[in-house]
């Protein structure tokens, strides 16, 4: 919106020509996007005490698990509202509203906003305790990886390919089973991430990282010159990406600033399912859909651990882990909360620094 208002002024006041630049625009929508959650935070989470929209701690598959987690108990939730707000806010302050991949990634992004809302509002609500169905959930991805598929397919006329990490002009052609493999990446990274909020702050700083990661490939993706020399695909018009994914950067920032150990409020699906759903997207939109697997390994380390568990414990009745998700399993190894919280970090911001360098290691 600012660049659509203040940039057309730059032959009468030369200040107004930042506005031309992706970088900058980006720093100002992270910046905004964090000064907002601080602003904002502590009035969402009185407004939802105040609703009683709070943790609550029921007798689960665990008693161990539930005793540690009992201190939880009422601590405010659907706080993924706040990062909507925020995250979507800054983005339409500071990017080009107009452009293709901004209107595809905020669409996809308040889509399953508004389904893990629903999923939210029915269990803290109307207080059905297992909230949306998975089936209807599926269901909901599988419509948005459609509408995706066809956004890509139609509007951007993508050629139905994915670019291989690591080897230079070497690219998957799936043809007719691209749709498949858009809702397969929608799907699973939206409820990766959804399974790996369950500790103070782990998914929401995990995104943070994904985010650095993501702005950086966006912007080189968006840029020709920068394209060309670390031969990745060109896509004119994606570097504006750049400009959401620092918002997403400096929403998570302004999140984790309340949600981090010991929380004072949650994300909930609400939160969960579209910051999932948006990596997801932005994945697919710059056509590095197999660097998620790098970027986002602890997304899919989670994800892994609850399929393999169910899997396991259905075909032999014995479990892998002591306890899936797998974040779980090292808390019943006696590791304190937020040592596992720190450890996953660690790994994630490691992963996010592998995935800038496969730019180079082509």
Same mark, same amino acid.
């Given at each position: ?5 203040f940039?057309? =002024? %730059?032959?009468l ?11 900058f625009? &980006?720093? $100002? ?12 935070? !502590? ?10 929209? *709070?943790?609550?701690? /029921? ?14 108990q009422?601590?405010?939730?659907? *706080?993924?509202?706040l ?7 800054s ?9 293709? #991949? ?7 992004? =308040? ?9 939210? #509002? ?5 207080k ?5 169905? !998975? ?34 002009n ?17 799907? *699973?990274?939206?409820? &990766?991430?959804?399974? /790996? ?11 943070? $990282?994904v985010?650095?990661?993501?702005s ?12 060309? #020399?670390l =031969?990745?695909p060109?896509?004119p *018009?994606s570097?504006?990406?750049t400009?959401?994914?620092?918002? $997403? ?11 981090? #150990? !010991?929380?004072?409020?949650? $994300? ?40 393999l ?18 974040? %779980? ?14 450890r996953?970090?660690?790994? &994630?911001?490691?992963? &996010? ?10």
């Open positions: 919106m600012l660049y659509h208002l940039y057309p =002024l %730059h032959d006041i030369s200040f107004f020509n930042l506005f031309r630049y992706i970088t625009r &980006a720093a $100002m929508a992270a910046l905004t996007a964090f000064i907002i959650s601080l602003i904002l935070g !502590p009035l969402v989470i009185r407004k939802l005490t105040a609703l009683k929209v *709070g943790e609550r701690i /029921t007798k689960g598959d665990s008693l161990k698990l539930d005793e540690m987690h009992r201190n939880k009422n601590t405010p939730t659907m *706080g993924g509202i990062i909507l707000l925020t995250m979507i806010g983005t339409l302050l500071w990017a080009d509203i107009f452009n293709k #991949y901004i209107i595809v990634v905020v669409f996809s992004t =308040l889509w399953l906003g508004l389904t893990g809302f629903i999923d939210d #509002y029915l269990k803290q609500v109307k059905r305790s297992k909230g949306l169905s !998975p089936r209807a959930k599926l269901l909901s991805q599988a419509v948005l990886g459609t509408i995706i598929w066809a956004a890509l397919h139609f509007y951007f006329q993508s050629s139905l390919k994915i670019d291989v990490p690591f080897l230079k070497t690219s998957l052609y799936l043809d007719g089973f691209y749709i498949l493999f858009v809702i397969l990446v929608i799907s *699973g990274s939206s409820n &990766a991430v959804n399974l /790996t909020d369950g500790l103070d702050g782990l998914a929401v700083g995990i995104v943070v $990282m985010a650095i990661a993501f950086i490939l966006s912007y080189v993706t968006g840029n020709l010159t920068f394209s060309n #020399y =031969l990745t060109y896509l *018009g570097g504006e990406l400009v959401f994914c620092a918002s $997403m950067l400096g929403a998570g920032l302004g999140f984790l600033w309340f949600n981090c #150990y !010991p929380a004072s409020i949650f $994300m909930g699906d609400v939160g969960s399912l579209a910051l999932g759903g948006a990596i997801g997207t932005v994945a697919l939109l710059i056509r590095k859909e197999l660097l998620l697997i790098i970027v986002g390994g602890i997304f899919v380390l989670e994800a892994l651990s609850v399929i568990q169910v899997l396991s414990f259905r075909l032999t009745k014995k479990r892998i882990f002591r306890i899936a998700p797998i974040h %779980h399993h090292f808390q019943f190894l006696n590791w304190p909360e937020n040592k596992v919280i720190v996953f970090w660690i790994i &994630a911001g490691l992963l &996010a620094l592998l995935t800038i360098v496969t730019l180079k290691i082509r």
